[in-house]
């Protein structure tokens, strides 16, 4: 079971990574007050496990499985359809 | 009637540039609308003046630029201006907006049970993507502002006389635009780049105290 656990965090970790390869070079990511990181920087933080890498881990995965269940649409729509 | 509203906007690195910087816009639609300003910049978002300024003028909505944690928010280099079991009973009364990381998680239900009318901030760490190429030049950087300035809605909806709550479905909408058009096939990959944080921020922006609150 804890090996299914890690094969699962690893392979997220893997799509992570690759999703920010394709990340432009001019790109910085502020993660609050650990401070500003360009695509390498956060490549070499998720590989490494440490908690900045994690959390992007953790967005990234969850705007995945956003995009899978529609999850947002509603809110987008409910956006485009308001006067604000 | 006038309103008085307390900004404080560390400036010791490039993220609280970021946002002391965008904070400006709103302290222009302030300015315009005739309100008063108690600008805390730089040197001055220290715990001293910031508990003085309180204090003195009574300002009836405070927004908080700076880092912080799920306990308090900070000033200039990180020194703690408002802390749970310190100091948070000086925002009763007050709508706070802590455009701080995880704030909202206990800071802001603490101070709401200590009186504050309400207090939006972020379940969460705030992030925010930015372009490197415009690092000194903050207010021209198309990809901050699409989170920034969703950011600032909160605070130019609330001067505009809207409610807590109002304010908070103008920025979330305001978000979700802009994760909208990142998902676009025209879009750009840095806005591409972006939606996956848009949406994070989206979803840990959040308001204890009353929804009805205005300043």
Same mark, same amino acid.
């Given at each position: 079971?804890?090996?299914?656990?890690? @094969?699962? #965090?690893?392979? =997220?970790?893997?799509?992570? !990574? /690759? $999703?920010?390869?394709?990340?432009?070079?001019? %790109?910085?990511?502020?993660?609050?007050?650990?401070? @500003?990181? #360009?695509?390498? =920087?956060?490549?070499?933080? !998720? /590989? $490494?496990?440490?908690?900045?890498?994690?959390? %992007?881990?953790?967005?990234?995965?969850?705007?995945?499985?956003?995009?899978?269940?529609?999850?947002?649409?509603?809110q987008i729509y409910s956006a485009d359809t308001s006067d604000s | 009637?006038?309103?008085?509203?307390?900004?404080?906007?560390?400036?010791?690195?490039?993220?609280?540039?970021?946002?002391?910087?965008?904070?400006?816009?709103?302290?222009?639609?302030?300015?315009?609308?005739?309100?008063?300003?108690?600008?805390?910049?730089?040197?001055?978002?220290?715990?001293?003046?910031?508990?003085?300024?309180?204090?003195?003028?009574?300002?009836?909505?405070?927004?908080?630029?700076?880092?912080?944690?799920?306990?308090?928010?900070?000033?200039?280099?990180?020194?703690?201006?408002?802390?749970?079991?310190?100091?948070?009973?000086?925002?009763?009364?007050?709508?706070?907006?802590?455009?701080?990381?995880?704030?909202?998680?206990?800071?802001?239900?603490?101070?709401?049970?200590?009186?504050?009318?309400?207090?939006?901030?972020?379940?969460?760490?705030?992030?925010?993507?930015?372009?490197?190429?415009?690092?000194?030049?903050?207010?021209?950087?198309?990809?901050?502002?699409?989170?920034?300035?969703p950011?600032?809605l909160?605070?130019t909806s609330?001067?505009k006389g809207h409610t807590?709550s109002e304010s908070?479905i103008a920025s979330k909408n305001a978000?979700a635009r802009?994760?909208?058009?990142?998902?676009?096939?025209?879009?750009?990959?840095?806005?591409?780049?972006?939606?996956?944080?848009?949406?994070?921020?989206?979803?840990?922006?959040?308001?204890?105290?009353?929804?009805?609150?205005?300043?």
């Amino acid at each position: 079971m804890s090996d299914t656990i890690s @094969d699962t #965090k690893q392979e =997220e970790q893997n799509i992570v !990574i /690759e $999703r920010l390869k394709t990340l432009p070079e001019n %790109v910085q990511i502020s993660v609050g007050s650990e401070g @500003d990181f #360009k695509r390498d =920087e956060l490549i070499q933080r !998720i /590989e $490494r496990q440490d908690p900045v890498g994690m959390k %992007v881990v953790k967005a990234q995965i969850s705007f995945l499985q956003n995009l899978k269940h529609g999850k947002f649409y509603e809110q987008i729509y409910s956006a485009d359809t308001s006067d604000s | 009637m006038n309103k008085s509203i307390l900004l404080t906007r560390p400036t010791h690195d490039r993220t609280v540039i970021y946002i002391s910087r965008w904070a400006e816009k709103v302290i222009n639609f302030a300015k315009e609308k005739g309100d008063k300003i108690l600008d805390l910049f730089g040197e001055k978002a220290n715990k001293q003046q910031f508990e003085s300024m309180l204090k003195k003028q009574c300002p009836s909505y405070c927004y908080l630029n700076g880092h912080g944690d799920s306990k308090c928010i900070t000033g200039q280099y990180n020194i703690p201006l408002v802390t749970i079991n310190n100091n948070h009973d000086i925002l009763t009364s007050k709508v706070v907006y802590g455009l701080s990381c995880s704030a909202a998680k206990e800071l802001g239900p603490a101070c709401v049970k200590s009186g504050t009318k309400a207090f939006i901030g972020y379940n969460d760490d705030y992030i925010f993507t930015f372009d490197d190429n415009s690092r000194t030049r903050p207010l021209d950087d198309k990809l901050a502002k699409l989170f920034l300035e969703p950011s600032n809605l909160i605070s130019t909806s609330l001067i505009k006389g809207h409610t807590v709550s109002e304010s908070i479905i103008a920025s979330k909408n305001a978000l979700a635009r802009n994760i909208s058009k990142a998902l676009t096939s025209e879009a750009k990959a840095e806005e591409r780049a972006a939606a996956p944080f848009l949406i994070w921020d989206l979803e840990n922006l959040t308001f204890y105290g009353e929804p009805g609150a205005k300043i």
